[in-house]
């Protein structure tokens, strides 16, 4: 029986043709790392410069309509049965979601995000390493990591458990696309399907990337141990086993055990600094950031540079919102997989607004420290940030005591991010490639491991943390699209779904048997 259920979930176009595109680029990395660096360059400068207007329109309108749904008179419809209550309770949904999320990025930018701004402002005429300078960093941190990104994955997990729980289709973003069009082609849903696939695959990679660079910083900081490709290969390799142990004993126990393991010491962490720190200036740049934030939100959505020619939007707001597109099939199919049983106003609230509440938390604790520092204790944390963002959590450190405990700490801290977020990856391209089996078996969870941990090794050796960056915007591109498609279904199903409960509009009747 299991060897047929095995075969059964190679046997699939999703599979197969995802696999290979993976497997074929992995190879072209391994063979010609030059090669896929120079072109990555090339298709790097020409998206980001060419459609950076289309990723931030597209994401400010995904927040409106998150929030329209939320407050309207559709958030009280349930994703799931009418009374059904929720399968997780609200401190493990809320530590799954973080750490599946975004919380290896927090860690990873939590520092060195408003230090890097700091030194080069988002803003014309802001002098660099300035008070203003460091009001407009941490302003602009926020907003790179707020509700924005949230919303990309709220859209495609409010989609993915609206039709998985209340309507029984299987969780894949290609029914979600003909779910108001049965007779669409299946060639067209399998397309959608290899295309969200391969976005997963990307965007987890530039994260785990992002980690294991971190990590390598961090031990050669630390401990002096060499910073190079090889090591961080042996990483990836270290990450490989580790994720694929705990993606294979489920989401009821590794996934679950690992998130509050991580969401206890991210708390732990952030009370011990909070107080160890500059207490009331962390309070006060918290209190000013979110105040900032507000009022400037509609500018920040829309800040584009086409009369001046500068870069930083590209490099930094529009890096990101491509980023968790390539992301926001893995994030959306598994924040589905995890929010049965919550209404829609809840699902809303509790993605868009808690995760992002906390990593505020954190970079301004982290952040907010690092700026303190250079302002008024004389350090130069963010010079040495601008010579290498990877060790920027461990250059704060330094300045604390016990810090060799501190660093082992956050390594322990990174290290479970990156495990959580890979293996609830794993998982996530388990059920894509598996017609959306919620419970794929091991042997495919094992192959999209390998290829995982493949991809990222190729990225990081042949173009680092640039060639991570440009598999996210290349990915997103046609996704972003999608997203769009996926709103417009959405919202006229539930559309549908109101009026016939209203009485308004009657179900359309089954054809009389000929």
């Known amino acids: 029986m299991k060897k047929n259920r095995d075969r059964a979930s190679y046997n699939n176009p999703v599979f197969k043709i995802s696999a290979i595109i993976v497997g074929l680029f992995t190879i072209w990395g391994a063979f010609s790392p030059e090669s896929l660096a120079k072109n990555a360059s090339i298709v790097f400068n020409f998206t980001s410069k060419s459609f950076g207007w289309l990723y931030l329109l597209s994401v400010a309108l995904f927040v409106f309509f998150c929030l329209y749904l939320a407050f309207s008179k559709y958030g009280n419809i349930k994703l799931g049965r009418d009374g059904e209550k929720a399968e997780y309770s609200l401190f493990a949904w809320i530590s799954m979601l973080f750490s599946a999320g975004f919380g290896v990025g927090i860690v990873f930018w939590g520092v060195a995000e408003p230090l890097s701004h700091f030194s080069s402002p988002p803003l014309p005429g802001v002098e660099p390493q300035s008070a203003e300078a460091a009001r407009v960093a941490m302003r602009y941190s926020f907003f790179n990591w707020g509700i924005h990104q949230w919303s990309v994955f709220a859209i495609v997990g409010l989609a993915l458990a609206y039709y998985q729980y209340r309507h029984k289709r299987r969780v894949l973003v290609g029914e979600v696309l003909s779910a108001n069009h049965p007779e669409k082609r299946k060639k067209l849903k399998s397309a959608v399907n290899i295309l969200a696939v391969i976005a997963t695959v990307t965007g987890i990679a530039t994260s785990m990337g992002m980690g294991v660079l971190q990590i390598n910083g961090g031990l050669n900081y630390v401990f002096s141990v060499p910073n190079n490709p090889w090591v961080q290969i042996g990483i990836v390799g270290i990450m490989l086993v580790l994720y694929l142990v705990s993606a294979t004993t489920g989401i009821d126990k590794g996934i679950k055990i690992l998130s509050n393991t991580n969401m206890i010491l991210v708390l732990a962490l952030m009370v011990f600094f909070l107080f160890r720190g500059p207490t009331v200036f962390i309070f006060e740049s918290f209190v000013l950031a979110i105040g900032d934030y507000i009022q400037h939100f509609m500018e920040m959505s829309f800040y584009l540079t086409p009369y001046t020619g500068e870069t930083w939007v590209q490099d930094w707001t529009v890096f990101y919102w491509a980023w968790v597109i390539a992301w926001s099939p893995f994030v959306g199919s598994f924040v589905a997989r995890i929010s049965k049983g919550r209404t829609i106003r809840e699902f809303v609230i509790g993605v868009m607004v808690v995760p992002p509440a906390i990593g505020f938390v954190w970079m301004a604790i982290f952040g907010g420290t690092g700026l303190y520092m250079d302002l008024f204790q004389g350090t130069a944390i963010s010079e040495a940030v601008s010579q290498d963002v990877t060790t920027a959590i461990f250059v704060l450190l330094k300045e604390f005591p016990l810090y060799t405990l501190l660093s082992v700490l956050m390594l322990f801290l990174i290290v479970i991010f990156l495990v959580t977020s890979a293996d609830s990856a794993v998982f996530v391209l388990g059920m894509m490639t598996s017609d959306g089996d919620l419970n794929p078996s ?37 996704f972003t699209i999608i997203l769009g498609i996926i709103s417009i279904s959405l919202y006229k199903s539930l559309s549908k779904e109101r009026k016939e409960a209203k009485g308004q509009a009657k179900p359309v009747p089954l054809q009389k048997a000929q």
């Open 442 to 478: 091991n042997m495919v969870k094992v192959i999209w491991g390998v290829l995982m941990a493949g991809i990222t090794a190729v990225l990081i050796a042949s173009s680092g943390l640039k060639g991570l960056q440009t598999a996210s915007l290349v990915s997103a591109l046609p």
